[in-house]
């Protein structure tokens, strides 16, 4: 049995993800952004470096980064987010965040995730709807 319409549906899906991505793009960037923020307040500075590492960037993480999550959707594409701790210079993030021989960590990447989330769910949430209200 043919569904009715299917191939118009799907058209119009497709020109309603065109025409919301950028707004969309900048939500996440916005919640990636208040994360880590939040993690650059929580994490023990020494010499400023490895707060200073602490980043975001869409699509993959950088291959120095030791530390690092992805926020903004399952799929890769222009809209997923990725944060990370670590650059070429600083290769300690997790070692910091896990601790390493015998002395405990002091975590500050993944707390400061789980403690701004939901915020950064709203911020996105509040973006698709405005970009999705705007292109029907």
Not at 50 to 70: E, H, K, N
Not at 105 to 129: D, H, L, N, V, W
């Amino acid at each position: 049995m043919a569904v009715k319409g299917l191939p118009q549906l799907s058209a119009k899906l497709k020109r309603l993800r065109t025409a919301t991505a950028e707004p969309v793009k900048v939500g996440v960037g916005k919640g990636a952004q208040l994360i880590v923020e939040e993690q650059k307040r929580l994490v023990p500075v020494r010499t400023g470096a490895l707060r200073d590492s602490i980043t975001w960037t869409f699509g993959d993480p950088p291959a120095y980064a030791s530390v690092g999550l992805r926020m903004g959707g399952r799929q890769k594409n222009e809209t997923r987010a990725t944060i990370t701790a670590g650059s070429n210079a600083v290769r300690y993030a997790h070692l910091v965040e896990l601790g390493h021989g015998g002395k405990p960590g002091t975590p500050f990447f993944y707390p400061g995730y789980r403690s701004r989330r939901k915020e950064a769910q709203k911020i996105i949430a509040a973006e698709i709807r405005r970009a999705v209200k705007a292109a029907v």
